[in-house]
């Protein structure tokens, strides 16, 4: 759709566009408006810096979200937990892969903000609300219909979570403690059975999460209807098992939040875990290779368009040297066992619904786009216990000098392609 047609009725629509048009109605909502109050022309109006000036105001609305969210998902137990608060908000606002994106006409900003706008309605207890912020979001891009299942599995896992802690009082004088990762796995297991046999927590939970079914609903008519979940060019999002998609977002994470998952302290922690449950990791090992011999796919854009960051990584790194991949195995597992363990002070069924709708975010996506990590991360982000002020600065300074690279690039160091005289960019 044409900025400079963007209020006419007979706009036409880029068949190559592949998300719904949330973006475009809140645009309308927006220019409409100046119109009528300010006697703007369409051609003021519908004008590039208009529109993105759009996505400015989401921004705005982001940084008074994650606010929010600080202060409700983290307690309020030390003297100097609201400076970390304002860090960590402050950090998230300037996060490089989001922040970039907030000063052009993408859809990351208003995905974000309906998506952060749901899980906050959903921990305040107005799930009808969450449900239709979940729905506008998902006006944004298909895929954060997964993001209001989180929400919904926010409820469920606080529920699983009461009843489990009831569970182990009643049989904590009656059994000897469980011990062991696999005796642990087994008994969580006994008690999901157990607990979704029962009617009546099945009906507390219906009435709890009945919004979020309701919007599953009209998300598979939408499914139906549409023949699939893409719209537009579905030749080049095509599903498929991605496995080391997940590997990929370990790795980013762990880049982005090196401050808060790498120290000495860590490996340390880490190799004497490896080594006292060396099996365990031999077999996690093995899968992992397995999984990037079989599962590695390379998308045409990704080889094609040399625009990305992600062209240059997969170019020089994973092209080059084929045995990379494999090599890096470790590291992925590091990093993931490093995610899990930042992660260790929510429940385990917190966990459990949280890397659920990470998997089926992420793997069946084909591309590899630092695009798509941004809301699993932030996510993530705003779970993990607040980190101390020296390492809060540590990770605002490198995100600082990040963006500053990757505005320089953007700004300065253009190219052309040899079949076109459009001038192309670096972004991210």
Same mark, same amino acid.
């Given at each position: 759709m044409r900025s400079s047609t963007c209020l006419r009725r007979n706009a036409t629509w880029d068949p190559m566009i592949t998300t719904l048009p949330g973006l475009y109605l809140v645009s309308v909502g927006v220019v409409k408006p100046a119109i009528w109050i300010f006697g703007w022309s369409e051609h003021v109006v519908c004008s590039i810096g208009m529109l993105r000036f759009v996505n400015l105001l989401f921004s705005v609305g982001n940084f008074y979200l994650l606010y &929010? &969210?600080?202060?409700?998902?983290?307690?309020?137990?030390k003297a100097a937990s609201s400076i970390q608060r304002v860090l960590s908000t402050l950090t998230l606002a300037v996060f490089p892969t989001l922040y970039f994106f907030n000063f052009l006409y993408y859809t990351e900003a208003g995905s974000m903000f309906f998506t952060l706008f749901a899980y906050l309605m959903c921990l305040y !207890?107005?799930?009808?609300t969450?449900?239709?912020l979940g729905f506008c979001g998902f006006m944004f891009r298909q895929t954060n219909i997964i993001w209001a299942v989180f929400c919904a599995g926010n409820v469920i896992a606080q529920k699983l979570t009461e009843a489990w802690k009831t569970e182990l009082q009643k049989k904590e004088d009656r059994l000897p403690p469980i011990k062991g990762p696999f005796a642990t796995f087994r008994k969580i297991l006994q008690f999901l059975l157990a607990y979704s046999m029962s009617f009546k927590n099945l009906s507390v939970l219906f009435r709890l999460t009945w919004p979020y079914i309701l919007l599953g609903f009209l998300f598979c008519a939408f499914v139906v209807v549409? !023949? !699939? +979940?893409?719209i537009g060019d579905r030749s080049s999002h095509e599903a498929c098992l991605h496995f080391p998609q997940l590997f990929y977002f370990f790795s980013f994470t762990l880049f982005f939040s090196f401050p808060h998952l790498l120290s000495p302290g860590k490996i340390k922690t880490f190799l004497s875990l490896v080594w006292k449950r060396r099996i365990l990791f031999f077999v996690v090992t093995l899968v992992s290779v397995f999984l990037v011999w079989k599962f590695t796919y390379a998308h045409k854009y990704l080889l094609a368009d040399n625009r990305h960051y992600t062209f240059y990584v997969w170019k020089r790194v994973f092209q080059r040297y084929e045995i990379v991949k494999y090599l890096l195995v470790p590291a992925y597992i590091f990093a993931g066992w490093? +995610?899990?363990d930042s992660l260790k002070s929510k429940s385990v069924f917190w966990n459990l619904?949280?890397?659920i709708c990470l998997f089926i975010v992420i793997v069946p996506q084909k591309l590899l786009e630092f695009r798509y990590f941004i809301l699993p991360y932030v996510i993530y982000r705003l779970? +993990?216990?607040l980190p101390p002020t020296s390492r809060l600065v540590c990770e605002l300074s490198c995100y600082a000098i990040v963006n500053f690279i990757t505005f320089y690039l953007f700004l300065n160091k253009t190219f052309q392609w040899p079949n076109s005289q459009d001038i192309q960019r670096f972004m991210w």
């Open positions: &929010l &969210l600080f202060r409700k998902v983290q307690p309020r137990n !207890g107005n799930h009808k969450s449900a239709f549409n !023949g !699939g +979940i893409v490093s +995610i899990a619904m949280f890397f779970n +993990i216990p």
